[in-house]
């Protein structure tokens, strides 16, 4: 059982080029979302998903785009890197509809993260 | 919108205890997370609290006041793997967490 898997771990982007960070997860769980994480902000929430072929918009989804083609998978775009998207990514996981009571009190289970530098 | 508060840094010796402590803001509320995560990893769960109350789960405690959006974590006899930060997360209407900055914790000898 790996949980969630994220890659690639590391990437170095160019200001302009784009790239897709992948997160896959075989828990079954229904919803999916993509944190970054920057020093002093805490984690906030770009897009997440509730299912599949469903998306929504976060707190920052600026710049971003995700896909869900796949209940196991969820894609994070980034179509133009800029230099305010240095960051760690994380992507989560949560609620599984046949082992817990409902998606209030789910926790989140997390990627190991992918650390994006845009120069 | 939605506001997490928590203190910056926390320095704390081992064998003690510690009360870290969060307050919140958020609209339509449906719980309040803990999670931990040590330096270059990832967020692990915690502790969870909807009730007003305190929730115990070993050498960790949680406690939540939702009249006074108020919630503590508190670590007892503390050991040398418990430095780490320390990320509250209130639940909102709607599934969406929103996390604190995030309290980082030393642990001295």
């Known amino acids: 059982n790996a949980g969630v898997t994220q890659t690639p771990k590391f990437r170095v982007l160019k200001t302009g080029q784009s790239m897709t960070l992948l997160c896959a997860q075989d828990?079954?769980?229904?919803?999916m979302y993509w944190y970054r994480q920057d020093p002093g902000m805490g984690l906030r929430l770009i897009h997440y998903?509730?299912?599949?072929?469903?998306?929504a918009k976060g707190e920052v989804p600026d710049g971003y785009n995700v896909s869900r083609l796949k209940k196991q998978n969820f894609l994070l775009g980034l179509e133009s890197a800029a230099p305010s998207q240095t960051s760690v990514y994380f992507c989560?996981?949560?609620?599984?509809?046949?082992?817990?009571?409902?998606?209030?009190?789910?926790?989140?289970?997390f990627g190991n993260g992918t650390r994006l530098t845009v120069t | 919108g939605q506001n997490i508060d928590q203190p910056t840094e926390m320095t704390a010796t081992e064998g003690a205890i510690v009360q870290i402590n969060c307050t919140y803001q958020?609209?339509?509320?449906?719980?309040l997370f803990w999670y931990q995560q040590h330096a270059g990893e990832a967020p692990t769960f915690l502790s969870y609290?909807?009730?007003?109350g305190l929730e115990e789960k070993g050498r960790f405690s949680s406690f939540l006041s939702r009249s006074k959006g108020y919630s503590y974590l508190l670590l007892k006899e503390l050991q040398m793997k418990d430095s780490a930060s320390y990320l509250c997360?209130?639940?909102?209407?709607?599934?969406?967490?929103?996390f604190g900055g995030g309290t980082r914790l030393m642990v001295k000898p």
């Open positions: 989560a996981s949560s609620y599984d509809t046949l082992t817990t009571a409902s998606s209030y009190n789910s926790p989140l289970h």
């Open positions: 828990m079954n769980h229904e919803y």
């Open positions: 998903s509730v299912g599949e072929g469903t998306t």
């Open positions: 958020t609209s339509g509320f449906n719980g």
């Open positions: 609290n909807v009730l007003d």
């Open positions: 997360a209130a639940n909102n209407a709607g599934n969406m967490l929103t």
